[in-house]
């Protein structure tokens, strides 16, 4: 099943701590050789400064003791360079954990720089160093401590590229830390920035927005309110675009998104159109579901991909995700995507027919015949569903919806009325008021 | 080659002879002589060998016995100036006027045979002949009176025919004149004594000789020993060339900078000067590069030659003889050896260089300076080749034979790019590599392969001598009498073509894309576009499209870039079918085929119009524009994948829609089915559009096979590289679309059909039928449903009745109205409602609706026009020029400029198919286009080929 598996292509897009959790998953998975992801880590961590536990995946991936010289020698230098951004840094950070120093300050930035200045000496070096400690922490690993220095650092910096990258790190660390509501919040001002920030070119822009949208699976994902706002984001135009001209795989995110989403339907001929466009540079179970039941009206091939999706969901790092409950533990988002598959599938299949045959819809819903025959039940009497069971030949017999030729004008021409009201309000208004004036 | 002899007396044959010896001789351009001509040919070959072997002995008597197919040429041509010089002495105009004509018809021939733009002075001199007589006729009034009838008639009308046809060869009648040979002296005298006349002077005339094979080289080597030995063979050397080779014969010592300067900027003021002989002065700048002292000063007279070599044909229309072409490429390739052996020169256009800036020798270390533009040369040089096979008959071996010449170019082109990358010239060689990339971006693999192993094929082949390139590089580097400069062959002469031509074109298009301006980017944009489609990739070549807005912006682009753009659309369209996207295909294609001008939007043939003529300059300016043959789009494929296009899409709309006229998907593809209907008779099918037209009529009777059957027939599909999977796509759609034709059109008279005789009638799988229906159920195109357990579909009868379907016509056109006011209010007061962000997004889409609306406007007011009303206006708005005034006419109800006064609308009959790219609503790709452009960010792309972009 590693066929389907986007780790690949989506780590590029994203930090190096948070390749982590799609590692770890990986790993729980077993899609992948232990020792090929346990080097994996090895490779990532050679990067950042958590050397201790690299060293401790690489005694585990070897089996041995023994730890190689140079990860020795970068442990000392990470810790020699740990004390002396530490002693740059000191006065600021003593200054801001002193809770009644901090009261002092207000919302003026200009004015708190300047206090700093000349109330405690601390300039514009040591906000730097400040930045540079908190980037330190990061990469140590301490996300936490990073997190609160970056916010700080926010508070007082003036640099706007600056700015901008320590909201990343602050993403990032939030992201870690799984604080999933700080993390929105700090996605949306991310987001804010990055739209309206004026880059040096678009391909720059176009990167950031690719950016942030594989940082912000890890939340919208896990965040409640997410499935809303993965599809409000990635359904804005430009980050449409951003997805169809370089970050292809994210379509199955958006198509899953939409399947689980039962208020959002309405995007769904959108995603169909966008699917059907890019079918050439994308593709996985997921989307040709979609292509199948919405474009082929192929209800076989259909049952045939949601059975390949349960094993992508499974697989994804972000959709598979486990949910222990007492002591068996499930995949929300494969059963929920499960379900509205099978209510998309029921549903389009319903509306071409006229009778259906009540045990061929059980073999294709997977249940048996007095289960479906019981869900339909519940579907006709909460009147989603406009058809009437005929029990003697084990039949389901669909209403019919056509709408009355007279609906159906009165309708179109219902608003005529009013617009030419409005119309007529908007001219004979202003001259009015002209007249008043005069 | 031999063109010294150009000014000099009657040695056409002679010359021609040894011009093609050489060329043969080197073997290179031997290729493959077929048929005819090659053995002809050949035979000259031969003739030249023995020619050489006599040495300068007359070698008359040995050619009589075998006659070269061009010798023959020349007999019957002197056979019939002698005809023509007995009916002089009978005063009889009616022979004389027939004689004339034949000559004519003769020239033509001679001239094929001996495949030079020269004229033969022979024929010259019978015109010179025929002019003084005709002169002398008109001048004695009583012989005239005394004529007889048709002697008289022929006598006018040869007045006026020899007027005509003299102007054609001004200048050389008047150069005869100058330099009459002895012409009271037979033709047969004559002519041998040219032949002794140019045979003496091949060899003792060597200063002249610079560009020439090894052979000949030889040759002159034994010329010079001769020379300088004898002595005897000054007094035929002509004027000029005698005052320069006193200058510069004497001794290799005594010639110093300053003479050579001298000499050569008395050349060059000579330029253009009446007199002057164009191909007289290149031979003498030729002269002085290998005289020249310093590199730098052999670099400018090179340039010099290079510009007088352009010189050499005046015409806008003509092209420049071929083989000064190929010096002209030897001479570039010689600039770029010097500049490799002395990176010290520098080519720049600003500013003006020292004088003496030249006079550094070849120690000199700082940098020179010298005046010259590489890029503009190229340029020159590339359009010259153009021009040339746009002069060449495609269906002639010459064509063949000039495209071989193609490689060339490309080794001279890739030079100069490397030469100014290294330099760091980057915006130049962007310029350089959108030239190669002109060159290439039209071939399919098949073709860059072949040229490919050409360019190889050549260099195995004997060395040193590309097109003579090589050879003059010897000649210079090694022979001839004093190369003061020697300068190694350093630039390689040869090409290297990467094993794709896409690895080449990504190559030169990422660095235009880097340094390019922004002509040069959209015009390498369009080339990419294009040979993406050639490849197959459509979603790769649209995407490029779209992303890079070039639809936007067609019109404000010269019209060579709006060719291009065309056929990139037309290759994109090709490319979708292929690929079996029906609807983008159309979408590319219909407004090609809106205008009914086709060929002139591809530039490929002019088409005539039947409302108005062109002016002759029109006329001219289109036929410069013309693509070459083999740079031609299929016509017929073209129109082929257009009308089954649109038959694939309108034939299930028309049933759809019967007694709904109103939205025909393809205008054109429903005219041209209302004249096949008006026929009384129907025949077999001949061309495109008949075999379309029975395709079309079998489908809509819902005979699947019949229509397959038709399509399939057509001549065009073995063009395709991928013909079988294309047929298979075909027959899959043709099928899908007949059983959609059939439901909608039948649909009535049933009430419930089985899905089993659907499969059966249509030779579809269950499960295609099954979606195909199931597809039109969903989008309620056929109100019906299936009925699971007996697999039926289950028809619901709601056809309206007449009451209710014109109710929902007025629904529709009142909401039009309403909609309408709207828009008008909107346009009244939109201007001066600002602030409110809401409004401001209203005005925004009232302005692009507000296009469209003007845009209907203008094409119905030309609608007009071109209906014969008013002629005279359509005219103006077309013709060149009062073209701006037509343009003004359109830009002032356009309000927004969106046309663009003059530019294509001007010189180009209809901006039709730009306009309804640029302009709103008319495609769905300026739907999508025009929304995301307001968002002004290149990199947002549409992705919507389909109606109304994602909105």
């Known amino acids: 099943m590693a066929t389907y598996d986007l780790t690949s292509r989506i780590a590029p897009h994203l930090d190096r701590h948070l390749v982590f959790p799609l590692l770890e998953f990986l790993q729980e998975r077993q899609l992948y050789n232990d020792d090929e992801i346990l080097k994996a880590k090895i490779d990532l961590l050679s990067q950042t400064n958590m050397v201790d536990y690299a ?361 005529l009325n009013m617009r030419t009201y409005m119309l007529a309000k908007n001219i004979v208004e202003p001259a009015q008021a002209a007249q008043a004036a005069r | 080659m031999a063109s010294r002899f150009w000014t000099q007396g009657d040695s056409d044959t002679e010359e021609e002879e040894e011009e093609e010896a050489s060329e043969y001789g080197d073997g290179s351009e031997a290729g493959a002589p077929a048929g005819e001509a090659a053995g002809a040919a050949a035979m000259s070959r031969y003739l030249k060998e023995s020619g050489n072997a006599s040495g300068s002995d007359e070698s008359d008597s040995q050619r009589r016995v075998v006659k070269s197919a061009r010798d023959k040429r020349f007999d019957e041509m002197r056979a019939t100036v002698e005809q023509m010089k007995n009916a002089m002495k009978i005063n009889d105009w009616v022979s004389l006027l027939e004689s004339f004509e034949k000559i004519n018809k003769q020239l033509e021939k001679v001239v094929r045979v001996t495949e030079s733009e020269k004229v033969p002075n022979l024929y010259i001199k019978a015109l010179v002949l025929l002019e003084d007589f005709l002169a002398e006729a008109l001048a004695n009034k009583d012989a005239k009176k005394k004529m007889s009838s048709s002697n008289a008639k022929a006598l006018n009308s040869m007045k006026q025919k020899l007027k005509k046809n003299n102007k054609q060869f001004e200048e050389l009648i008047i150069s005869y004149r100058e330099n009459p040979q002895s012409d009271d002296e037979g033709a047969e005298e004559e002519e041998e ?57 004497k001794d290799p010592s005594e010639i110093t900078w300053d003479l050579v300067d001298k000499k050569m900027k008395e050349i060059v003021a000579a330029r253009g000067r009446k007199g002057t002989g164009r191909i007289e002065q290149v031979e003498q700048l030729t002269f002085l590069t290998r005289v020249a002292k310093t590199p730098a000063q052999k670099f400018v007279i090179l340039l010099c030659v290079i510009a007088a070599q352009f010189d050499v044909n005046p015409s806008l229309l003509g092209h420049m003889p071929i083989y000064v072409w190929k010096n002209c490429v030897s001479n570039l390739l010689l600039l770029l050896d010097i500049l490799a052996h002395y990176p010290n020169i520098v080519v720049d256009d600003s500013g003006e260089p020292d004088e003496h800036e030249t006079q550094k020798g070849a120690d000199y270390k700082g940098t020179i300076r010298v005046r010259g533009n590489l890029v503009a040369l190229l340029e020159r040089l590339d359009s010259e080749f153009f021009k040339s096979l746009q002069c060449t008959d495609p269906h002639t071996k010459e064509y063949g034979e000039r495209l071989r010449d193609e490689p060339l170019f490309l080794v001279v082109a890739q030079n100069i790019q490397d030469y100014l990358e290294r330099v760091g010239d ?275 009777k819902g005979d699947y096979q019949k229509a397959f059957e038709v399509i399939k027939s057509l001549e065009i599909w073995k063009l395709l590289r991928n013909k079988e999977s294309v047929l298979e796509m075909l027959e899959s759609k043709i099928k899908e679309e007949t059983l959609r034709t059939y439901l909608l059109a039948y649909s009535s008279c049933y009430d419930s059909l089985s899905l089993h005789q659907l499969t059966t009638m249509f030779d579809l799988s269950e499960a295609q039928a099954h979606s195909i229906v199931s597809r039109m159920m969903i989008s309620e195109e056929l109100h019906a449903s299936w009925d699971q357990p007996t697999r039926c579909i289950v028809f619901h009868n709601v056809e309206n009745t007449r009451l209710q379907g014109l109710l929902f016509q ?105 306009d309804a790219y640029g302009s709103s609503g008319r495609t769905p790709y300026q739907a999508g286009s025009s929304l995301r452009g307001s968002q002004g960010e290149s990199t947002a792309r549409m992705v919507s080929l389909s109606k109304g972009g994602r909105v």
């Open chain 2, 193 to 249: 004594e040219d032949e002794d006349e140019s045979g003496s002077e091949v060899e003792e005339d060597p200063s002249n000789i610079a560009i020439s094979d090894m052979e000949r080289d030889d040759e002159d080597e034994d010329g010079d020993e001769q020379g300088e030995s004898g002595g005897a063979w000054e007094k035929q050397i002509r004027r000029k060339d005698k005052l320069m080779d006193k200058q510069f014969m």
């Open chain 2, 426 to 700: 980057f915006k130049a060689a962007s310029k350089v590599a959108l030239r190669r990339v002109e060159l290439i971006y039209y071939k399919p693999q098949e073709v860059y392969d072949a040229m490919r192993k050409l360019a190889e094929q050549r260099t195995d082949g004997a060395e040193g001598d590309m097109e003579g390139a090589a050879a003059s590089q010897a000649a210079d580097g090694s022979k001839g009498p004093a190369p003061f400069v020697v300068i190694p062959e350093l630039v390689p002469r040869r090409s290297t073509f990467p094993e794709s031509s896409r690895n080449l074109m990504d190559a030169l298009v990422s660095l235009i894309y880097k340094y390019g301006d922004e002509r040069t980017k959209a015009r390498a944009m369009l080339c990419d576009i294009y040979h993406h489609a050639i490849f197959d990739e459509f979603p790769v070549s649209r995407d490029l499209l779209l992303m890079s807005h070039l639809q936007d912006g067609v019109q404000l682009l010269d019209i060579h870039s709006q060719i291009l753009f065309n056929r990139a659309m037309a290759q994109l369209g090709l490319c979708a079918f292929r690929a079996g996207l029906i609807a983008e295909a159309l979408g590319c294609l219909s407004e090609l085929y809106s205008s009914g001008r086709v060929k002139e939007l591809l530039a490929q043939g002019v088409q005539q119009n039947r409302y108005h003529e062109k002016t002759p300059e029109q006329e001219k300016a289109e036929r410069r524009r013309q693509m070459p043959y083999h740079m031609h789009i299929n016509l017929e494929l073209l129109e082929a994948t257009h009308l089954i296009c649109a038959m694939l899409i309108e034939v299930p709309n028309m049933a759809a829609h019967t007694y709904d006229k109103r939205k025909p998907v393809s205008k054109t593809f429903r005219r041209l089915l209302e004249i096949s209907e008006r026929q009384t008779f129907i025949g077999p099918p001949e061309n495109v559009r008949d075999h379309v037209m029975a395709a079309t009529r079998a489908l809509s």
């Open chain 2, 810 to 914: 007025m629904a529709d056109k009142l909401s039009i109205l309403v909609e309408s006011n709207e828009r008008a209010f909107e346009a009244r007061t939109g201007g001066t409602l600002d602030g409110l962000p809401t409004r401001r997004r209203g005005e925004n889409q009232d302005s692009s609706s507000l296009g469209r609306w003007q845009e209907n406007f203008i094409t119905s007011s030309q609608g007009r026009q071109s209906g014969g009303y008013g002629g005279r206006t359509g005219y103006g708005g077309r013709s060149g020029g009062s073209g701006q005034a037509g343009g003004g006419f359109a830009k002032d109800r356009s309000g927004q400029g969106q046309r663009g006064a003059g530019g294509y609308s001007g010189g180009y009959a209809s901006t039709r198919y730009q």
């Open chain 1, 55 to 415: 060293m401790d995946i690489h005694k585990s991936l070897y089996h041995t003791e023994d730890v190689p010289q140079d990860m020795v020698e970068r442990r000392v230098d990470v810790v020699a360079r740990l004390k002396s951004l530490e002693d740059s840094a000191a006065p600021l950070i003593s200054f801001l954990q002193n809770s009644a120093l901090v009261d002092e300050l207000r919302a003026d930035r200009q004015y708190n720089i300047q206090m700093l200045s000349e109330r405690f000496q601390i300039g514009a070096e040591q906000i730097e160093a400040l930045y540079q400690y908190a980037k330190f922490q990061f990469e140590c690993g301490n996300y936490s401590a990073a997190a609160d220095y970056l916010y700080q650092y926010r508070g007082l910096c003036l640099n706007s590229d600056r700015s901008l990258s320590a909201l990343w790190g602050k993403l990032a660390a939030e992201i870690l830390m799984q604080n999933w509501d700080v993390a929105l919040e700090e996605l949306n001002r991310l987001k804010e920035i990055i739209d309206s920030k004026n880059f040096a070119s678009p391909l720059n822009q176009l990167q950031n927005r690719i950016w942030l949208m594989h940082w912000s699976l890890f939340i919208f994902f896990n965040h409640e309110n997410g499935r809303n706002g993965i599809i409000d984001l990635f359904f804005q135009d430009r980050y449409l675009n951003a997805i169809q001209t370089n970050a292809h795989h994210l379509l199955r995110y958006v198509a899953t998104a939409v399947i689980i989403n039962k208020r959002r339907r309405n995007m769904l001929k959108e995603l169909i159109k966008v699917i059907q466009q890019e079918q050439q540079c994308y593709k996985d179970p997921i989307t040709e579901f979609i292509e199948c039941l919405y474009v082929n009206y192929d209800f076989e091939g259909a049952q045939q991909k949601l059975r390949e999706c349960e094993q992508v969901i499974l697989n994804d790092p972000f959709l598979g995700k486990h949910v222990e409950d007492s002591n068996f533990s499930t995949v929300p988002m494969r059963d929920e995507f499960l379900e509205n598959a099978r209510l998309f599938i029921f549903e389009t299949y319903c509306r071409i027919h006229q009778c259906i045959d009540i045990s061929m819809l059980a073999e294709k819903l997977n249940m048996n015949y007095d289960e479906a025959e019981m869900w339909i039940m519940n579907l006709v009497r909460s009147s989603k569903l406009e058809a009437k069971i005929d029990s003697a030949s084990g039949t389901l017999i669909m209403g019919t919806n056509r709408i009355n030729v007279h609906e159906q004008i009165i309708e179109s021409l219902k608003n």
